[in-house]
């Protein structure tokens, strides 16, 4: 036996999820909810069941209360039986982001056998039913996690000033899919998109301070996802990361952090977290969007910049943060930020100098 997800449960069948927001504006919604008219946004918690432990679904619309063009789901259940639910085509940009909890997806448009398409480790999923399309979503028991965006294409492209005739055919696909077909791409979830997954789906009372986050993390999402479908025709969808290869590049991540004054070579850094150096090189890159050098470099320009606005000299910090030779490691420094290391202490010079109290280290 299955049970619905939120539109049905609100709506009923074969409805969409501007019904399920009309219902919630409706004077006979009795549950949860936040209509701010002059700030554009409203929104209602939705119990996933009477049973409080299946916890609830967070819906947010951004725009005009009568014609919302951004709407938001947060998930944060636990359910405790299937949920399926038939996704009828309403001309909305889909963007998924996934962290916990298998999704299935059947976009067969005629029932012709097409597989269906699991989505079992974080992932963000992006995708468009074509006007003639649709497609049924499966979600087992057990806990969930996950943010959905829905968006119309237009506005998508007008509020980023992204032009469809010069993204890639991949691109161009998810925003103007056929109208027989449903297009679906899924990309292993990078970190600062699964960092404001993780926000949204911590527990909060329902209120406008929660709608106004809904709606900041909502546009911090939409950034990088317009980012990815610029370079998503020539991304490396060859490679992909589990759960747990994600955990891997974390810490290997980690590890670059903490050992800036020896920072590990490719091939013992692979060695550490258990990979093999094609993947760590190739998964870092896809995961943080930067080399592994690169972002060894980061952390320890980063940390030098720190130490010198602390008042230490230039020497001392060189040789703090792994290079031999106070030239080498100036000249580092002003390519990555653009002036010396000599500019910063100097400026740590004067405040000190301004401040006797303060002193310097």
Request: some cysteine.
């Amino acid at each position: 036996m299955t049970e619905p997800l939120f539109r049905t449960a609100l709506t009923g069948e074969n409805s969409g999820l501007r019904d399920a927001f009309r219902v919630i504006r409706s004077a006979r919604w009795t549950g949860e909810q936040v209509i701010d008219p002059p700030h554009r946004i409203m929104g209602a918690r939705v119990p996933v069941s009477h049973d409080a432990r299946e916890g609830y679904w967070d819906l947010c619309a951004d725009g005009p209360v009568d014609a919302p063009d951004l709407f938001t789901v947060v998930t944060r259940a636990d359910y405790a039986t299937v949920r399926e639910e038939a996704v009828v085509p309403e001309g909305l940009f889909e963007i998924h982001l996934q962290i916990e909890g298998p999704t299935a997806l059947d976009t067969a448009a005629s029932g012709d056998g097409a597989p269906e398409r699991l989505f079992d480790q974080p992932a963000l999923i992006l995708c468009q039913a074509g006007a003639q399309a649709g497609y049924q979503v499966l979600c087992s028991a057990g806990p969930r996690k996950l943010v959905s965006l829905y968006i119309e294409p237009r506005v998508l492209t007008d509020l980023f000033g992204l032009p469809i005739e010069q993204l890639g055919p991949l691109a161009r696909q998810l925003l103007q899919p056929i109208r027989a077909e449903s297009s679906v791409v899924a990309v292993p979830a990078r970190l600062p998109l699964l960092g404001a997954v993780k926000s949204l789906t911590e527990h909060r009372p329902f209120d406008r301070h929660r709608l106004q986050m809904i709606r900041a993390k909502s546009l911090e999402i939409l950034c990088d996802v317009v980012d990815e479908l610029r370079t998503i025709d020539s991304a490396p969808f060859a490679l992909t990361l589990t759960a747990s290869e994600i955990d891997m590049l974390e810490r290997a991540r980690e590890i670059l952090k903490r050992d800036i004054e020896n920072p590990p070579t490719i091939a013992s850094l692979a060695r550490a977290v258990g990979t093999n150096t094609d993947k760590l090189k190739r998964g870092f890159k896809l995961l943080f969007g930067m080399t592994v050098f690169e972002y060894s470099l980061h952390c320890r320009m980063t940390e030098a910049q720190q130490l010198l606005a602390r008042g230490l000299s230039v020497k001392s910090v060189a040789v703090a943060v792994g290079y031999r030779h106070q030239a080498s490691f100036a000249t580092a420094f002003h390519n990555f930020f653009g002036f010396t290391p000599s500019f910063v202490w100097k400026g740590a010079a004067r405040e000190a100098a301004a401040d006797p109290a303060g002193g310097m280290e």
